[in-house]
């Protein structure tokens, strides 16, 4: 069964502090790891993606790190925000085709 | 352009009611997708339309009947909607080969009573 799981369901951290949300699968059938924003009301906006020959991908604040071995990979927001408080969904990509699957989502609240 | 446009914002249906949601892009993708979501739950793929042909009913209820007029739109026609139908349908696209980011709408708010 393609499955990603994904943790924290939920995170508080204070301004100016690092967030971390984790995610593994079980199925080795994904080439594309989207992490996906989503304010309340609004449809998912794509934040970063990481394909699987690569380690790291860092854009401004936002890190994914990538263990394909241990099939995890996880976001990093530093210098979080109370403007990134959102909920995060990790994704994968099934190899070849058009389906998406994501995890379940983590609420990131971010005190000011 | 980078939009992908959803028409209404909102939609209170009655159970008997037939119904229609569009969705439109002009970025040249070739698949459309449309998602339903519940509240605090990942968005779930319904079907997928990659070069105006249907790609993938992920076994929707024949209650929801997806149509792709052109490349740039796609439309969702409801009927017969049960009030656990009731989420939030959001329409996505992608170029049009695997790898690819998904752009997505603002979604639909759909109630059903």
């Known amino acids: 069964q393609q499955q990603v799981k994904q943790s924290p369901q939920s995170l508080i951290v204070q301004k100016g502090g690092i967030s971390i949300i984790n995610c593994a699968y079980e199925n080795t059938a994904f080439d594309y790891f989207p992490w996906y924003q989503q304010f309340p009301g609004k449809g998912p906006a794509l934040l970063i993606a990481i394909r699987p020959d690569v380690s790291e991908k860092k854009e401004g604040r936002f890190t994914i790190s990538f263990n394909k071995s241990a099939k995890q990979f996880s976001l990093h927001i530093m210098d979080s925000q109370p403007g990134d408080s959102a909920t995060y969904f990790c994704?994968?990509?099934?190899?070849?085709?058009?389906?998406?699957?994501f995890g379940a989502g983590t609420r990131l609240f971010v005190k000011a | 352009d980078t939009e992908v446009t959803q028409t209404p914002k909102h939609l209170v249906m009655g159970m008997t009611n037939k119904k229609s949601l569009k969705c439109e892009q002009h970025m040249g993708h070739r698949a459309m997708y449309w998602y339903k979501q519940k509240a605090k739950k990942p968005p779930e793929l319904m079907f997928v339309?990659?070069?105006?042909?249907?790609?993938i009913n992920e076994s929707v209820p024949s209650r929801f009947s997806p149509e792709c007029p052109n490349s740039s739109l796609l439309n969702l026609h409801l009927h017969a909607l049960q009030p656990e139908d009731s989420a939030l349908y959001l329409c996505a696209s992608s170029p049009g080969t695997s790898r690819e980011t998904q752009y997505f709408g603002p979604g639909t708010r759909l109630l059903v009573l």
């Open positions: 994704a994968a990509r099934v190899t070849g085709g058009f389906k998406t699957i």
């Open positions: 339309y990659s070069y105006e042909k249907l790609s």
